[in-house]
Nanobody, 124 residues
């Protein structure tokens, strides 16, 4: 059974940086970060596939965010730089313990376990 503990959210000014962490234990084929902006649906931000070590990013964060996985500590990170007010959201880590072939990385239905969420607020 997958267990997850998130941390690292907070408030920062535009242009600043934050790093989110998610300690994950159990079977994992793909790991991802999603976010829910105020009044909007949850959206995929970045994903990491543990077998291929491939990473994927949404267009809105490419070049500013970096996803990584530290295997010895079972920790998934999301390093966020050059933060913008439009990055303000609740961020969630997610695990695909499957694998679920044919489901794209940014689709929520790919992931079967979700963290509790951590709030990121970026002020202008």
């Amino acid at each position: 059974q997958v267990q997850m503990v998130e941390s690292g959210g907070g408030s920062v000014q535009a242009g600043g940086s934050l790093r989110l962490s998610c300690v994950v234990s159990g079977s994992m084929y793909a790991l991802a970060w999603f976010r829910r902006l105020p009044g909007k649906e949850r959206e995929g931000v970045a994903a990491y596939y543990t077998t291929s070590r491939n990473t994927y990013y949404s267009d809105s964060v490419t070049g500013r965010f970096q996803i990584s996985h530290d295997k010895p500590t079972n920790t998934l990170y999301l390093q966020m730089t050059d933060l913008k007010p439009e990055d303000t959201a609740m961020y969630y880590c997610a695990v695909d313990s499957g694998p679920r072939f044919g489901v794209r990385w940014f689709e929520e239905r790919r992931y079967d376990t979700w963290g509790q969420g951590t709030q990121v607020t970026v002020s202008s």
